[in-house]
């Protein structure tokens, strides 16, 4: 009698065992980001709009629900890197979502692991145009380089006959002058002439001399955003082009948040098409314009990366109220593609749920002074939700 | 006296150099979780054995030897990515050769001169290879890296898991195979010319030794050994980037080799071991500042430990010994 009362009681006592935890679910996630090496000024914007996320939204989680991020080092584009970290997120800390991730080749060697193992995997900013369809796992919240090369050259194309390409060579930069190009030549202009330039080669100045020398209308440039693309801003300025009446276009990342100041006036005037700018007026980007400036101090500016980050979080946490904090991986993935933001400091965005990639908006800006500090002001909205032209163009075929 | 492992030397096994391979077998049962760091520790093993072969025993500085790393990984990667080639021995016995016959096409140039050109010139093939790789975006996958290899199962047994326990094992196999015929060389003759010439090049060319040759062919050996390793990155990770070819590894692998000892057969070891564990436990710790603490640990040893960790174990038992 007496044993079978303590069984009684044992069972009883395992079944609260079990049924307590419950009750204060914890949901890992890991963040995959650059802390250490050059590129580590990238990895810190991850780190900072991941953690400002959680921190402001906490009490929006369900009840019960504890978010802890894990975050580790990939110490660059070092794919091999990125996989074991991954692979240890994973199975040694039991992470059930992933994200971050700088780097396309990052990207590209965790896609067969978040297959394998079944663990979603949001990109903050990686931004290769053909990595997320590598994994059923994977989607993407940042941007794509033709979703602004393309209506760009278009755009430009409107204005301009005669254009010039000088890219960084490597393979966003192929990406961003075919887009370009094509765009271009679409609206009816002539591009005169391309150039790729060495990633490792700081001198702009002979690629700028012989562009000068070919009297383009415009030049269209492309670096990865940081130091180079200041670099060869300074050449342009330089070598007098923009009296050369050479206008300057680019990408967003030639003229980035938080560099633009130290690429003084030989910026001024310069037109990039992106999804993001910290300049603009949105109420939402306001919001976070000035939670950031009060987190991390009123003369930094959030950059884009900082802004995919935000995003990434906002999405994970959409897939975690909707589960009640329970993470399925294949209904985290159906929730993921039918993600709708209007709140995003860049304005209305969404997933495509065909490709699980990024639908953004798209913005004309120039570079002037606001209040004695250069800005990128918004001109004009080209387009309210444009999806991967590169992709759109492979259905076509 | 610094060189405790040679032709001189007693060549018979003693027992703490089976302490390694038990230490080895024990993580893999005892610490299932770190499996994937582990495969990266042999990995990085065998290819400072290749180092240690060359540096330590032949005289031969480099900062280049991640050209022989880089395109073993790569020839595995392209072999299986592009051209549908997956069995793992193959890839390994192609990556080998195409390392080798790198090594002894450069080692014919680089080995002709000595210091300082020499330096430049192994880095310089590096910073070829490096570029090659990178512009032959079709092959290579450029700076996006190389995606979509597949292994397939070891002799058709073995799947390669997501746990790395598979990928463990064979990376310990391997290593184990490499120190066997690293550690049968050195004590060979062949070893003592090369100590030989590392000690007093002219002397030996002075008794009649073949010195380019001998050179040239541990050259070609240990360029083959790093193809191995090479390799062995690849189809643990399943991936090749391009930093596989960079400076990163070279510089990397010869600062790990340091802190483990040169010269010294179980330096090569010690250095990978400690290095990527301190790396892998900073970067866990402290993601911002790790480098940080890989640099302090670097300073102490070169300023307190010229002989490596193993240098001051040595010093420590000669003291006891002295004391006893």
Redesign the interface.
Known sequence: MKTRMSLCVGLAAAAMACAFPAAAQTVKIGLISTYSGPGAAQGDQIDKGAKLYMKLHADKLPPGVKVELITRDDTGANGDVAKRIAQELIVRDKVQILTGVVWTPNMAAIAPLTAEAKIPFVSANASGAKVVGMSPYMARVSFTLCQSAYPLGQWAAKKYKKAYSAVSDFAPGHEAEGCFVRGFKEGGGEVVGTVRIPLANPDFVPFMQRIKDAKPDVLFAFNPAGKQATAMMKAYGDLGMDKANIKYLGTGDITTDEELQGMGDAALGVITMHHYSAAADRPANKAFVAAYKKEYGADLNPGFMVVGAWDAMDAIYGAIRAQGGKIDPDKTMEILKQYKSTTSPRGPMSIDPETRDVINPEYLREVRKVGGKLANVELETITTAIKDPLKEFEKKK | MNHPVGYNADHRLRWTEWLPWVVALAVFFLLP??L??GA?VLTYILFALSLDLILGYAGIITLGHAAFFGLGAYVTGILSAKLGVNDPLLQMLCSACAAGLLGLATGALVLRTHGLTQLMLTLAVAAVCLEVA?KA?PVTG????L?GVTVAPILGLFRFD???RTAYLWCLVLVFGGWWLIRRLIYSPFGAALTGIRENSVRMHAVGAPVYKRLLTVYTLSAAIAGIAGAL?TQT????????LGFEPSGELLVMLILGGVGRLYGAFVGPLVFLIAQDFL??QF??Y??FGIGLMLVVVVLFARGGILGISDAVIARMRRKA
Do not use: C, K
Request: proline share 3%; charged share 15%; no cysteine.
């Open positions: 979780d770190y994937s760091l990266r990178n975006t450029g700076a996006d890296g995606s997501m746990y790395g990155l990770n399943q991936f090749v980037g391009l930093n596989v970067a866990r993601p911002e790790w480098y």
